[in-house]
């Protein structure tokens, strides 16, 4: 399987993040809008573990395939093995990327958070089928994310590696996603955007109208 960009917007979501809403509704209302890849980020207070982790996967995953969109896990490389997700995404952090290539295979995806043009050539020789930089902007998703690096360094790595698709994340929303599109991203990834917005397919298709408003400038 190779990252597609046919459905640009890249949604990832814990059990925790849609506050008092049902996550799998969220999902549900995100596949419909039309996403076209959606990451199960569960960690931080609160995450869910063992069996009832398990259920949750899988019932994201279900919905995923019901709606033909991939399903990838990020850091739990054990899960993903374990309900044959779609994909792997992995942080510098993490497990190491060549390491979880051969741990899923070569058809799953595998993704890598990368911040330099440095880290995003080590994780292509690693064999990461698309990377994703960020913060672009300041977001509140993450605890522990780093300062915000706009859209130079995307373009930096844009420019050394053209044939590897790049998703940018941090701080995406409708007002800011066509300077995104336009630094040479395959992809967007959000998580507040969609899991706080009222109308969630209307805010992916803003999110979406970002990316014909970059071509055009």
């Known amino acids: 399987m190779k990252f597609s960009d046919k459905a640009a917007v890249y949604f990832i979501m814990g059990s925790k993040n849609s506050g008092t809403r049902n996550p799998l509704k969220v999902l ?69 990327a060549g390491q979880v290539r051969q741990r899923i295979g070569k058809e799953k995806l595998l993704g890598v958070s990368v911040h330099s043009v440095k880290e995003a050539h080590l994780a292509a020789e690693a064999g990461a089928d698309y990377v994703g930089m960020g913060p672009v902007f300041g977001t509140a998703s993450k605890a522990d994310a780093k300062k915000p690096a706009g859209v130079q360094e995307i373009q930096a790595v844009a420019t050394a590696f053209p044939f590897l698709p790049i998703v940018g994340i941090g701080g995406i929303n409708p007002e800011n996603a066509a300077q995104v599109w336009r630094s040479g991203v395959a992809g967007i ?4 955007s969609i899991t706080e917005a009222h109308d ?18």
């Open 189 to 192: 990834a959000v998580i507040s």
């Open 28 to 96: 549900e209302a995100a596949l419909k809008g039309g996403i076209g890849h959606f990451q199960l980020r569960e960690k931080g207070e609160g995450a869910l573990t063992g069996s009832a982790l398990l259920e949750f996967a899988l019932a994201c995953q279900q919905l995923c395939r019901s709606y033909g969109v991939p399903l990838i896990i990020n850091d739990l490389v054990e899960l993903a093995c374990q309900i044959d997700a779609d994909g792997v995404h992995i942080g510098q952090d993490d497990a190491e």
């Open 200 to 217: 969630i397919a209307g805010q992916i298709a803003a999110l979406q109208a970002g990316r014909i408003e970059g071509d055009r400038k």
